[in-house]
């Protein structure tokens, strides 16, 4: 570039010249910090509006029957000395209680283990291996997602029947992979076809064949997606009462049902629905924090340029 | 190791695009060839097929003398580079490079060996804990090679290895493949569209064009015999300059060429080497001058038909030549070929005047033209290069 006497050359470096952001005026910039503050401070109320029921639930499980039936439970904040660990002594003493915890344990489990797996190796297919039909799986999987779940209950109700599954946790646990199933291959097959097909096919040239393909490059580095459906599925069954409440007889009901069946008996025996509710939330938040570490970001940096 | 030979290799797409025609190349055993060609003109595909990452839509794949069209890619015992490096983001430097050889239920210690001797020759060993995404782009590249060469491999296949690495590394990692390659000799199939990397590694070039091979052979020969306008103006940078001319031959039989009013005389050697030529007395034809076969005729004295008058329309100073552009008034050529390369290279299709033709030579540096002055310019006419009108094709032998 030759110099030339003209205000162009001049602008534009000026433009193009600086990387940073473009220098403000001291009003934007208060402006900008009470904005972040006001965010901020929006943010953590509305947090703590979520919350309300939760901390609620869990001051609830720590007071006595009589306190809790004399006043809320927000008056913990002026008297303490009413938090007591009692019904969690009793709950620990309910077998009602601990036997469908552990059905919802024996329910979750397999349920989630069982889809994750079988949607990913699906996804795999669906994503990277050229088969005839290929195309009208994927329509199929797609279209299954928006059937709603009370349609299928009778028809697999009534095949239960004629199984003699039904009242089984193997029933139950048959109908979440099933219903279970559209979504998490539909998940993961769009996370799949992400991954740049080089990194396939190098481990093709490496020698792979595709089980190895599958299970050494694409679930690692699949991790982000395979962890989310993991706890959106574990959740869904978790907390899941429908399915059971049609499923599952009293010997194989999961905690949901069982703390329902409570509420039906007693009325408002709240100790023991406060104390359940909240045992049955620990696990779900265990299990998110246990895989809230695989939600990182760029799994793919450094592959490719 | 293995040679590779490929019979009328064909590749149609599903889309009915015609990606590679009737491809007939043979590389022997250990040897360097360099696929290059303008962008979309099927290297890629070509090389895919090789590895098997591609169907083969007829012809044939032979690796060491084996038909591998039915053989799946993790059976050929090729490794192949990919443009994108295509590491495996989750696992360290060693990890990427052992990945293969774990594959092959090597042992242990012999894979640590293999595995440690590679990432000493790339200059990797200080870096095997890391994880790609911690590397430079130069690391990944040499990761990338370090992952293809632990496998000792019947062949190399890469795929612009280097065209994300910025100009002086590219040319630090050009020379350590040329470097490995002739270490190891392991047959390597290169594919890139820098004409200069294919000059400098191959031992063969083969220039493709829309998924034709145009013509192979060691870089000096595409240089020096082009066979057609479009590996004449591919090879070589910048460009051959190529403009419309007429043939005409003396009263004592002699030949010369015109370029618009401007006359070359050919010198005697040239008609006893392109025969062919003759044929073409009175014809118009296409005339090629390569830049580097011009100098400032101030410096090298002026020869009676062997100069060309015109001015200077720019004058670039590259340090180690300065390139000077000038038009001469004869028709530019504009075939088939030529719009090929002007696309390829992003320049505008036949932009210029009609009866002018903008030439550039490479003069030595101790030129003093400067812009807009009147220059003569001493053209090596044992140098020129001629090609038919219509075919494009270069004239020798008839
Ligand atoms: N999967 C595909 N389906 C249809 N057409 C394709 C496919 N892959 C490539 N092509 C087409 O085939 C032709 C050759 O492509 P190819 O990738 O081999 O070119 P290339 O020489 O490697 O180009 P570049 O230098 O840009 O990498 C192009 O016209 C391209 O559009
Ligand atoms: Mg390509």
């Given at each position: 570039m030759t110099l030339v006497a003209d205000p162009v050359p001049e602008r534009a470096t000026r433009d193009t010249g600086t990387g940073g952001p473009p220098p403000r005026g001291i009003v934007s910039r208060v402006a900008g910090w009470l904005g972040s503050r006001l965010l901020r401070g929006a943010l953590v109320v509305i947090?703590?509006?979520?919350?309300?029921?939760?901390?609620?639930?869990?001051?609830?499980?720590?007071?006595?029957?009589?306190?809790?039936?004399?006043?809320?439970?927000?008056?913990?904040?002026?008297?303490?000395?009413?938090?007591?660990?009692?019904?969690?002594?009793?709950?620990?003493?309910?077998?009602?209680?601990?036997?469908?915890?552990?059905?919802?344990?024996?329910?979750?489990?397999?349920?989630?283990?069982?889809?994750?797996?079988?949607?990913?190796?699906?996804?795999y297919a669906l994503a990277w291996i050229d088969f005839r039909g290929r195309d009208w799986v994927m329509v199929t999987v797609v279209s299954m997602?928006?059937?709603?779940?009370?349609?299928?209950?009778?028809?697999?109700?009534?095949?239960?029947?004629?199984?003699?599954?039904?009242?089984?946790?193997?029933?139950?646990?048959?109908?979440?992979?099933?219903?279970?199933l559209p979504f998490g291959v539909f998940l993961l097959r769009n996370f799949f076809v992400g991954i740049p097909r080089d990194l396939i096919e190098a481990a093709r040239m490496d020698g792979a064949r595709e089980w190895l393909i599958f299970r050494?490059?694409?679930?690692?580095?699949?991790?982000?997606?395979?962890?989310?459906?993991?706890?959106?599925?574990?959740?869904?069954?978790?907390?899941?009462?429908?399915?059971?409440?049609?499923?599952?007889?009293?010997?194989?009901?999961?905690?949901?049902?069982?703390?329902?069946?409570?509420?039906?008996?007693?009325?408002?025996?709240?100790?023991?629905?406060?104390?359940?509710?909240?045992?049955?939330?620990?696990?779900?938040?265990?299990?998110?924090?246990?895989?809230?570490?695989?939600?990182?970001?760029?799994?793919?940096a450094g592959s490719t340029k | 190791m293995a040679g590779i030979a490929l019979t009328q290799l064909d590749k149609r797409y599903g889309d009915g695009t015609h990606a590679v025609e009737g491809l007939d190349l043979e590389i022997s055993d250990g040897e360097f060839l360099v696929l290059v060609g303008p962008s979309g003109c099927g290297k890629t595909t070509a090389l895919r097929m090789i590895a098997g990452l591609e169907e083969i839509s007829s012809?044939?794949?032979?690796?060491?003398?084996?038909?591998?069209?039915?053989?799946?890619?993790?059976?050929?015992?090729?490794?192949?580079?990919?443009?994108?490096?295509?590491?495996?983001?989750?696992?360290?430097?060693?990890?990427?490079?052992?990945?293969?050889?774990?594959?092959?239920?090597?042992?242990?210690?012999?894979?640590d060996r293999r595995v440690r001797e590679v990432a000493r020759v790339l200059d990797l060993h200080e870096h095997l804990e890391r994880?790609?995404?911690?590397?430079?782009?130069?690391?990944?590249?040499?990761?990338?090679m370090g992952r293809a060469i632990v496998r000792e491999p019947q062949a190399f296949l890469m795929d612009e290895p280097l065209s994300n690495l910025d100009a002086k590394l590219r040319m630090q990692m050009r020379a350590e493949i040329a470097r490995i390659q002739r270490d190891l000799n392991v047959t390597t199939v290169y594919v890139t569209h820098d004409q200069t990397e294919?000059?400098?590694?191959?031992?063969?070039?083969?220039?493709?064009?829309?998924?034709?091979?145009?013509?192979?052979?060691?870089?000096?020969?595409?240089?020096?015999?082009?066979?057609?306008?479009?590996?004449?103006?591919?090879?070589?940078?910048?460009?051959?300059?190529?403009?419309?001319?007429?043939?005409?031959?003396?009263?004592?039989?002699?030949?010369?060429v015109e370029v618009g009013d401007q006359r070359l005389v050919l010198p005697d050697g040239l008609l006893a080497r392109r025969p062919a030529l003759a044929a073409y007395d009175g014809r118009e034809i296409v005339l090629g001058i390569r830049p580097e076969d011009m100098e400032d005729a101030a410096l090298d004295g002026a020869v009676e038909g062997a100069v060309l008058g015109s001015s200077a329309d720019l004058v670039e100073a590259m340090g180690s030549d300065v390139m000077v552009h000038f038009p001469v008034e004869a028709r530019p050529v504009v075939t088939d070929d030529t719009v090929e390369l002007a696309r390829d290279a992003g320049e505008p299709v036949g932009s210029r005047g009609v009866g002018s033709t903008v030439l550039v030579g490479r003069f030595s540096p101790r030129t003093r033209i400067?812009?807009?002055?009147?220059?003569?310019?001493?053209?090596?006419?044992?140098?020129?290069?001629?090609?038919?009108?219509?075919?494009?094709?270069a004239i020798w032998n008839r």
């Amino acid at each position: 570039m030759t110099l030339v006497a003209d205000p162009v050359p001049e602008r534009a470096t000026r433009d193009t010249g600086t990387g940073g952001p473009p220098p403000r005026g001291i009003v934007s910039r208060v402006a900008g910090w009470l904005g972040s503050r006001l965010l901020r401070g929006a943010l953590v109320v509305i947090a703590l509006f979520w919350l309300m029921p939760v901390l609620g639930l869990l001051v609830a499980s720590l007071r006595s029957e009589t306190s809790n039936r004399a006043d809320g439970w927000w008056t913990i904040f002026t008297a303490p000395a009413q938090l007591t660990l009692d019904n969690y002594r009793d709950i620990v003493s309910n077998d009602t209680i601990l036997d469908s915890l552990w059905n919802t344990v024996l329910i979750s489990v397999p349920a989630t283990v069982l889809v994750v797996v079988i949607s990913a190796a699906a996804a795999y297919a669906l994503a990277w291996i050229d088969f005839r039909g290929r195309d009208w799986v994927m329509v199929t999987v797609v279209s299954m997602l928006v059937m709603p779940i009370q349609v299928a209950l009778i028809p697999i109700a009534r095949l239960y029947g004629a199984l003699d599954m039904f009242g089984s946790i193997a029933g139950v646990v048959l109908f979440h992979v099933a219903l279970g199933l559209p979504f998490g291959v539909f998940l993961l097959r769009n996370f799949f076809v992400g991954i740049p097909r080089d990194l396939i096919e190098a481990a093709r040239m490496d020698g792979a064949r595709e089980w190895l393909i599958f299970r050494r490059v694409v679930v690692p580095v699949g991790l982000p997606a395979i962890a989310s459906l993991t706890i959106f599925q574990f959740l869904w069954v978790w907390n899941d009462l429908l399915v059971a409440l049609v499923f599952a007889d009293p010997e194989s009901q999961p905690i949901t049902v069982a703390l329902q069946s409570q509420l039906r008996q007693f009325g408002s025996n709240i100790d023991l629905l406060a104390t359940g509710s909240f045992l049955s939330m620990l696990v779900p938040l265990a299990v998110f924090f246990a895989f809230q570490r695989y939600f990182v970001q760029g799994v793919l940096a450094g592959s490719t340029k | 190791m293995a040679g590779i030979a490929l019979t009328q290799l064909d590749k149609r797409y599903g889309d009915g695009t015609h990606a590679v025609e009737g491809l007939d190349l043979e590389i022997s055993d250990g040897e360097f060839l360099v696929l290059v060609g303008p962008s979309g003109c099927g290297k890629t595909t070509a090389l895919r097929m090789i590895a098997g990452l591609e169907e083969i839509s007829s012809g044939k794949v032979e690796i060491g003398g084996t038909v591998v069209n039915d053989l799946p890619a993790r059976d050929r015992d090729v490794a192949m580079v990919f443009q994108s490096y295509a590491l495996y983001p989750h696992l360290n430097v060693y990890d990427n490079i052992s990945f293969g050889l774990t594959l092959r239920k090597l042992d242990k210690g012999e894979i640590d060996r293999r595995v440690r001797e590679v990432a000493r020759v790339l200059d990797l060993h200080e870096h095997l804990e890391r994880k790609p995404k911690n590397l430079s782009g130069g690391q990944r590249q040499r990761v990338a090679m370090g992952r293809a060469i632990v496998r000792e491999p019947q062949a190399f296949l890469m795929d612009e290895p280097l065209s994300n690495l910025d100009a002086k590394l590219r040319m630090q990692m050009r020379a350590e493949i040329a470097r490995i390659q002739r270490d190891l000799n392991v047959t390597t199939v290169y594919v890139t569209h820098d004409q200069t990397e294919a000059m400098t590694l191959g031992d063969r070039v083969a220039v493709m064009k829309r998924g034709v091979l145009q013509q192979v052979g060691p870089p000096q020969e595409l240089y020096d015999r082009p066979v057609n306008l479009f590996v004449a103006g591919f090879i070589g940078s910048p460009g051959m300059n190529l403009v419309s001319a007429t043939l005409r031959s003396t009263e004592y039989g002699q030949y010369s060429v015109e370029v618009g009013d401007q006359r070359l005389v050919l010198p005697d050697g040239l008609l006893a080497r392109r025969p062919a030529l003759a044929a073409y007395d009175g014809r118009e034809i296409v005339l090629g001058i390569r830049p580097e076969d011009m100098e400032d005729a101030a410096l090298d004295g002026a020869v009676e038909g062997a100069v060309l008058g015109s001015s200077a329309d720019l004058v670039e100073a590259m340090g180690s030549d300065v390139m000077v552009h000038f038009p001469v008034e004869a028709r530019p050529v504009v075939t088939d070929d030529t719009v090929e390369l002007a696309r390829d290279a992003g320049e505008p299709v036949g932009s210029r005047g009609v009866g002018s033709t903008v030439l550039v030579g490479r003069f030595s540096p101790r030129t003093r033209i400067f812009e807009g002055q009147q220059i003569e310019v001493r053209v090596d006419t044992a140098r020129l290069q001629f090609f038919d009108h219509q075919t494009g094709t270069a004239i020798w032998n008839r």
